[in-house]
């Protein structure tokens, strides 16, 4: 059994069916994909894994427990962080700032000093804080505006940031798009790092198949809200109804 399990889950938006008896098992501590043309149901997929749609039938439960009809605060509780495709940082802070404010979250969404363990007073958020920035290679921008960085600094930041709350499971949506060449390989090397040198899980949405073939060990492939095929990256190449769902036409 897998840290994340869906079982059966379906999803209408009146006439619409999103999803269709979804089964999805995410391995832990292994970086699994979903791919899928646009309008496959990835999207839908990943905001019933973080609560914020709750499947018409079905159950998605991370280490047992039920994510369904959670509010964020509880799922990030749960040790479940969500990187979306538009980075979420405050563009009228610096890098620092925009670092040190996970340190301060409250179980009730609020904010306290000492909500995570590991940090007890001032000082410990701002070593926290300094720490994961030179873990983030961004410790030589610790006094810059976060908005007048590059998007892929952007993300980083942002996936520091998910880092600090020391989550077991990172759900990436996107993550390099809108992205220049350079950046997008610098995440993926960035993303290759966190996975050698944490007890982390990640699922990442992503059209790019350089990202998805360079990173995942497991993908998933969606088509019209179904699961086509789920395999290993080398199997998924070149796989007939891969083809057909991405080229419309039979191998």
Do not use: W
């Not at 399990?5 to 501590?29: P, T, Y």
């Not at 921008?141 to 998007?151: E, L």
């Not at 949506?173 to 990640?202: C, F, H, S, W, Y």
Request: aromatic letters at 4%.
């Amino acid at each position: 059994m897998g840290i994340l399990e869906v079982k059966g889950v379906n999803k209408r938006f009146g006439g619409l069916q999103a999803l269709g008896d979804v089964n999805l098992s995410v391995a832990e501590n292994t970086v699994h994909a979903i791919i899928g043309p646009n309008g496959a149901g990835k999207s839908t997929l990943l905001n019933c894994l973080v609560g914020k749609l709750i499947p018409d039938t079905g159950s998605v439960m991370f280490d047992g427990q039920s994510v369904l009809g959670r509010k964020p605060f509880e799922i990030n509780q749960m040790g479940i962080s969500r990187v979306f495709q538009t980075p979420e940082i405050f563009g009228d802070l610096t890098v620092l700032e925009n670092m040190m404010i996970p340190c301060f979250a409250k179980r009730d969404g609020s904010f306290e000093l000492n909500a995570i363990p590991s940090v007890a007073s001032q000082t410990d958020v701002l070593e926290k804080a300094e720490a994961m920035l030179v873990d983030m290679n961004m410790a030589d921008k610790r006094h810059m505006n976060a908005a007048s960085m590059s998007r892929g600094d952007k993300r980083r930041l942002e996936i520091g940031m998910c880092l600090s709350q020391e989550p077991r499971l990172l759900l990436l949506d996107e993550p390099t798009a809108g992205m220049a060449r350079a950046d997008t390989n610098n995440t993926i090397d960035l993303l290759k790092q966190i996975k050698d040198e944490r007890d982390i899980t990640i699922a990442i949405i992503e059209h790019d198949m350089h990202v998805v073939f360079s990173l995942s060990e497991r993908i998933t492939v969606l088509a019209q809200g179904t699961p086509l095929v789920e395999d290993t990256p080398e199997n998924i190449k070149g796989h007939p109804k891969v083809r057909e769902a991405y080229l419309g036409e039979s191998a």
